[in-house]
């Protein structure tokens, strides 16, 4: 069974500082897809990255960046420089390629606070 | 402009009173699903949708009743809406199976309260 576990529930930083959040996932597919979303106090769901399992390849997106390996199913999201923006709560997310009901598990999720 | 938009945003009701969410994308999307976040929980599947008439069970579908008579419309329906039903809503479209080679798009979200 898959499951994704986002063991940060809160995390506070100062602004500017870098922040790891962390996501480490369980499935039996070979074949699979991670995913971060971010959730602002406004509360729709943003889509940030979506990574298959076969690329390992880190990726950086501006002040985003997301480590993925696979030896330790973690898929961890790092924010640089951090800013009030990007105060939300962010969710990790797997999806098995061979599920029957093709869904989207989620991790809890980790409320991120940037203080000026 | 793509996107799927959920109505209501927000809605109070009491427990027994019969509520529809409507749910629509402009995306021609096959595949479309619910969601409920909860605190602590992170968001569940409720129930989804492969295509036209195509449904089915998610992880938690108890008390829910979705229908899919159109590619487009994905309602929910509380039948006889519980306190316990009370949550943030979701719902969700994308062009494939979840994850496959598409990102699923989601609505603005539905709060809802049932007294």
């Known amino acids: 069974a898959q499951k994704v576990t986002q063991a940060q529930t809160e995390i506070s930083v100062v602004e500017k500082e870098d922040v790891t959040l962390d996501c480490v996932y369980e499935?039996?597919?070979?074949?699979?897809?991670l995913f971060w979303y971010k959730q602002p106090p406004s509360g729709e769901l943003v889509f940030l990255i979506r990574?298959?399992?076969?690329?390992?390849q880190n990726e950086i997106s501006g002040r985003y960046s997301w480590n993925f390996q696979k030896s330790t199913s973690s898929f961890n999201f790092t924010i640089t420089a951090s800013q009030v923006v990007d105060s939300a709560v962010y969710f990790c997310a797997l999806s098995e390629w061979g599920s029957n009901n093709n869904d989207m598990r989620f991790g809890a999720g980790t409320r991120l606070t940037v203080k000026p | 402009e793509a996107q799927v938009t959920q109505n209501p945003r927000y809605l109070i009701t009491v427990t027994g009173k019969k509520l529809t969410v409507t749910c629509s994308q402009n995306?021609?999307?096959?595949?479309m699903s619910w969601y409920r976040q909860d605190p602590g929980l992170g968001l569940r599947q409720i129930y989804y949708s492969m295509n036209v008439e195509v449904t089915d069970k998610g992880d938690v579908p108890e008390g829910y009743k979705v229908s899919r008579k159109e590619k487009r419309n994905f309602p929910l329906i509380l039948e006889s809406p519980s306190p316990n039903q009370t949550s943030l809503y979701f719902c969700?479209?994308?062009?494939?199976?979840?994850?496959?080679?598409?990102?699923?798009?989601f609505g603005p979200g539905t709060r809802l309260t049932v007294l």
């Open positions: 969700a479209s994308s062009s494939r199976l979840a994850g496959s080679t598409d990102t699923q798009y």
């Open positions: 499935t039996r597919d070979t074949t699979y897809y």
């Open positions: 995306m021609n999307h096959e595949y």
């Open positions: 990574r298959n399992s076969f690329d390992e």
